[in-house]
T-cell receptor, first 114, second 116 residues
């Protein structure tokens, strides 16, 4: 079945870049997403990339997609303490299907040290 | 961005009782709402999809008589866990979308259910 894998923890120093990696198995993925979950808050959509793109940049966030290797990464430049959160990678399956039918990874807990 | 409010944030109940969780879209009309469950250290798993005014579509392995979903209006969906048991203890989270949000999902803050 479909599976999304990501490492569980990442620790960086304030000001450094953070790179969170994700691998997925379903080659028919249409969109791939990064969500952020802060303590006590709902999931917040950070960014997404369509499967025919290689890269997307949005301010401090850079998403890289290697479709051949089914590898997705999220780079956060100049990481701040406010970036400390759990980051979920997710893929949506199939065209025209429910956008809610997302397959999520288990989340990467990013800890930013001052 | 659009706001989805989920209530309660946490609930503790006795085994055998029923628990209702509400999910409201505050500033948009949600034609579609989704319910997820997350066990500790596990991924979010889609339980069901509900469209306003019609019956929910449940994912394989999710008991529809156990997890009752009602989406009676464009701003409210409810999930009722009937005759809850300790194995139902989990984190439940809803999301909503519509043409107003360009079908983007907006999530509630989740409900931690603990069944004693």
């Amino acid at each position: 079945g479909e599976d999304v894998e990501q490492s569980l923890f990442l620790s960086v120093r304030e000001g450094d870049s953070s790179v969170i990696n994700c691998t997925y198995t379903d080659s028919s993925s249409t969109y791939l997403y990064w969500y952020k979950q802060e303590p006590g808050a709902g999931l917040q959509l950070l960014t997404y990339i369509f499967s025919n793109m290689d890269m997307k940049q949005d301010q401090r966030l850079t998403v890289l997609l290697n479709k051949k290797d089914k590898h997705l990464s999220l780079r956060i430049a100049d990481t701040q303490t406010g970036d400390s959160a759990i980051y979920f990678c997710a893929e949506s399956i199939g065209y025209g299907g429910s956008q809610g039918n997302l397959i999520f990874g288990k989340g990467t807990k990013l800890s930013v040290k001052p | 961005g659009a706001v989805v409010s989920q209530h309660p944030s946490w609930v503790i109940c006795k085994s055998g009782t029923s628990v209702k969780i509400e999910c409201r879209s505050l500033d948009f009309q949600a034609t579609t709402m989704f319910w997820y469950r997350q066990f500790p250290k596990q991924s979010l798993m889609l339980m069901a999809t509900s469209n306003e005014g019609s019956k929910a579509t449940y994912e394989q392995g999710v008991e529809k008589d156990k997890f009752l979903i009602n989406h009676a209006s464009l701003t409210l969906s409810t999930l009722t866990v009937t005759s809850a048991h300790p194995e139902d203890s989990s984190f439940y989270i809803c999301s909503a979308s519509s043409a107003e949000t360009n079908e983007k999902l907006f999530f509630g803050s989740g409900t931690q259910l603990s069944v004693l």
